[in-house]
């Protein structure tokens, strides 16, 4: 028995997986309160009859480490990069909220959930004109699944362990897998998934400085420090899309100067996630003008101080013991979220992980702190360390990972731990905390699949992400490894409840507070919506301006 499964039946197995239901695409009120009644500037259900032409603008924090969105672990990277692509499963351009065909027309999972089937779509060229065939899609997933040598994919952490083979099956791809996998489709269908023409990439040697696919707009100019361009793609193979000429991202470093260029107009919207507006800065901007519009950032981002557990001090048990209970999720709260965040913990979302109300019952999350601080002390003599220790902490070139960072550092001086902030751009960052050149990094975590499984990259032993190097835990490898197998919703919520109880156990992460950020649409934008993650519905296709 097989079972077809179609759009609208889709996003409700993963929204079942996630527990989450989707983002709304009303704008906020100040103090968080309920969604105005009045539709804002940009939904789908405005009756205005879409306009072509014109160029849409926005801007991220700063240079990508590259354009290779398979490889690099950044919205920086894979939202500026969407709309050269498309993916085999994309998320429904009209409405961003549920999965659609891209470059597979339909896809099968067998009845007990060990083989997924996509029937390739046919008449598609790549921007150079080389039809698009299900050999380029069997490339696709082999690259996705088990890359090249010397080459990452940000799914084969996800993908490798569960797929058996990839294989032709008439003009479909049949992908067989050891087990059933929950997250199959948003593992291919988000924008660190799409779909490269192999042949190019070898010529290329790699896709870091180009860009190439079969989306809605071509490859136009990427000039470091300056920003990203891309032109209409006349052959889109979706009829009458894009709407717009154009788009332009401009690689903005400075946080006043990004703020600056929404509140002028010299852009249409804010970024997303890292280049959206903090919430004092929404306010901020709301109070100015009524005709702007804001929008919830999908992807909750959550700053995590990473030890380094290869070597001393943070090798010491006892040393991440005192960092955890000496750091205040409490003031966390407030100073860094603005008083809209959740308390820092693994896994934040429900139905995942301990309540919060049990958290708050835990060492490091209590209060007042006096007793945390008492013991902190005390781990810290005991370890060696009475009168502390120097320490560089690395944070990337942007305030929502220099703020925390900061914020940390000056906490830790209560057990007499002396850091200093090291800020490094995007490139060297990722290349200190992959090659574990590092003592400790703050790094700001988002869940950019609706599932909790994408968080292991972090954490999971031998994924390139595991920026504590908790190589050798089997513990938790067993935990993990267990938990995504487990198709019953309650047995895997209880052995999630076991990672994040062994998470908080070993510590080789430090969670203080999970942050929310709001995408700023001025009134010209028309047809967005915000999606279900930050890591979704980027490629511009339905956007149109209204001047």
């Given at each position: 028995?097989?079972m077809?499964f179609?759009?609208?039946?889709?996003?409700?197995l993963?929204?079942l997986?996630s527990g989450?239901?989707?983002?709304?695409s009303t704008?906020?009120?100040k103090?968080?309160?309920?969604?105005?009644?009045?539709?804002?500037?940009?939904?789908?259900?405005s009756?205005?009859t879409?306009?072509?032409?014109?160029?849409?603008?926005s801007y991220?924090t700063?240079?990508p480490p590259?354009?290779d969105?398979?490889?690099?672990s950044t919205l920086?990277?894979?939202?500026?990069v969407?709309?050269f692509?498309?993916?085999?499963?994309q998320i429904?351009?009209?409405t961003?909220?549920?999965?659609?065909?891209?470059l597979?027309e339909?896809?099968?999972?067998?009845g007990?959930?060990?083989?997924?089937t996509?029937?390739?779509r046919?008449?598609?060229?790549f921007?150079?004109g080389?039809?698009f065939?299900l050999?380029d899609a069997v490339?696709?997933?082999k690259?996705?699944?088990?890359?090249?040598?010397?080459?990452?994919?940000n799914?084969?952490f996800l993908?490798?362990?569960?797929?058996k083979s990839?294989d032709?099956?008439?003009?479909?791809?049949?992908?067989?897998?050891?087990?059933p996998f929950?997250?199959?489709?948003a593992?291919l269908?988000?924008?660190f998934s799409?779909?490269?023409?192999?042949?190019?990439?070898?010529q290329q040697?790699?896709m870091?400085?180009t860009?190439?696919?079969?989306?809605?707009?071509k490859f136009?100019s990427?000039?470091?420090?300056v920003?990203?361009?891309?032109?209409k793609?006349?052959?889109?193979?979706?009829?009458?899309r894009?709407?717009?000429?154009?788009?332009r991202?401009l690689?903005l470093?400075?946080?006043a100067?990004r703020?600056s260029?929404?509140?002028?107009?010299k852009?249409n919207?804010t970024?997303?996630?890292?280049?959206a507006l903090?919430?004092?800065?929404?306010?901020i901007v709301?109070?100015?003008s009524a005709q702007?519009a804001f929008y919830?950032?999908?992807s909750?981002?959550?700053p995590?101080?990473?030890?380094?557990m290869?070597?001393?001090p943070f090798?010491?048990l006892?040393v991440?013991?005192?960092v955890n209970?000496v750091?205040?999720?409490q003031?966390?709260?407030?100073?860094l979220?603005?008083?809209?965040?959740?308390?820092?913990?693994?896994?934040?979302v429900?139905?995942?992980?301990?309540a919060?109300?049990?958290?708050l019952?835990?060492p490091?999350?209590?209060?007042?702190?006096d007793a945390?601080?008492a013991a902190?002390?005390?781990?810290m003599q005991?370890?060696?360390y009475?009168?502390?220790?120097e320490?560089?902490?690395?944070a990337?070139n942007?305030?929502?990972?220099?703020?925390?960072a900061?914020?940390?550092?000056?906490?830790l001086a209560q057990?007499g731990v002396?850091?200093?902030v090291?800020?490094?751009?995007?490139?060297i960052f990722w290349?200190?905390g992959?090659?574990a050149?590092h003592?400790?990094?703050?790094?700001?975590?988002g869940?950019?699949?609706?599932d909790?499984?994408?968080?292991g990259?972090?954490w999971a032993?031998?994924n390139?992400?595991?920026?504590?190097g908790?190589?050798?835990?089997?513990v938790?490898?067993?935990?993990w490894d267990?938990?995504?197998?487990?198709a019953?919703?309650e047995?895997?919520?209880?052995?999630?409840?076991?990672?994040e109880?062994?998470?908080m156990?070993?510590l080789?992460g430090v969670?203080?507070?999970?942050l929310?950020?709001?995408i700023?649409v001025r009134?010209?934008?028309?047809n967005?919506?915000?999606?279900?993650s930050?890591?979704?519905?980027n490629s511009?296709?339905?956007?149109?301006?209204a001047?």
């Amino acid at each position: 028995m097989k079972m077809t499964f179609v759009p609208s039946m889709l996003v409700g197995l993963v929204l079942l997986l996630s527990g989450c239901a989707p983002a709304a695409s009303t704008p906020v009120v100040k103090g968080g309160g309920a969604p105005q009644t009045n539709a804002p500037a940009g939904t789908p259900k405005s009756a205005d009859t879409p306009r072509y032409g014109g160029v849409f603008t926005s801007y991220i924090t700063g240079n990508p480490p590259s354009l290779d969105a398979h490889q690099e672990s950044t919205l920086n990277t894979w939202m500026i990069v969407a709309p050269f692509y498309t993916n085999l499963i994309q998320i429904d351009p009209p409405t961003a909220q549920k999965w659609a065909p891209g470059l597979a027309e339909k896809w099968e999972m067998s009845g007990d959930g060990l083989a997924w089937t996509f029937d390739i779509r046919q008449g598609v060229k790549f921007h150079d004109g080389t039809p698009f065939t299900l050999d380029d899609a069997v490339s696709h997933l082999k690259r996705l699944t088990d890359p090249p040598k010397g080459t990452i994919s940000n799914t084969s952490f996800l993908l490798k362990p569960v797929v058996k083979s990839i294989d032709k099956d008439g003009n479909r791809v049949k992908v067989a897998l050891r087990y059933p996998f929950g997250v199959m489709l948003a593992a291919l269908g988000t924008n660190f998934s799409p779909v490269y023409l192999e042949k190019y990439v070898e010529q290329q040697g790699d896709m870091k400085r180009t860009a190439m696919g079969t989306g809605p707009f071509k490859f136009k100019s990427y000039t470091p420090g300056v920003g990203i361009e891309g032109v209409k793609n006349p052959d889109f193979w979706v009829k009458g899309r894009p709407y717009l000429d154009g788009f332009r991202y401009l690689f903005l470093s400075d946080q006043a100067t990004r703020l600056s260029a929404f509140r002028t107009g010299k852009v249409n919207m804010t970024g997303k996630q890292f280049a959206a507006l903090a919430p004092r800065e929404m306010e901020i901007v709301q109070k100015e003008s009524a005709q702007l519009a804001f929008y919830p950032s999908p992807s909750l981002l959550g700053p995590f101080f990473f030890m380094n557990m290869r070597k001393p001090p943070f090798k010491d048990l006892r040393v991440r013991q005192a960092v955890n209970l000496v750091l205040d999720r409490q003031a966390a709260m407030k100073v860094l979220a603005d008083g809209r965040g959740i308390m820092g913990k693994p896994l934040p979302v429900d139905p995942w992980g301990m309540a919060m109300d049990e958290a708050l019952k835990l060492p490091g999350y209590r209060q007042p702190k006096d007793a945390d601080i008492a013991a902190a002390r005390k781990l810290m003599q005991d370890a060696g360390y009475p009168d502390g220790f120097e320490v560089t902490v690395l944070a990337r070139n942007m305030p929502q990972s220099k703020d925390p960072a900061v914020f940390m550092t000056s906490q830790l001086a209560q057990i007499g731990v002396r850091a200093k902030v090291q800020v490094l751009e995007d490139a060297i960052f990722w290349d200190s905390g992959r090659k574990a050149a590092h003592e400790a990094m703050v790094y700001m975590s988002g869940w950019f699949i609706p599932d909790p499984h994408w968080q292991g990259r972090f954490w999971a032993p031998g994924n390139p992400l595991n920026f504590a190097g908790n190589d050798d835990d089997q513990v938790l490898s067993k935990l993990w490894d267990e938990q995504i197998k487990v198709a019953d919703l309650e047995s895997r919520k209880a052995l999630l409840r076991k990672v994040e109880e062994r998470l908080m156990e070993t510590l080789p992460g430090v969670s203080i507070v999970w942050l929310q950020s709001y995408i700023g649409v001025r009134p010209e934008v028309k047809n967005f919506t915000p999606g279900m993650s930050d890591a979704v519905g980027n490629s511009l296709e339905e956007i149109w301006l209204a001047k």
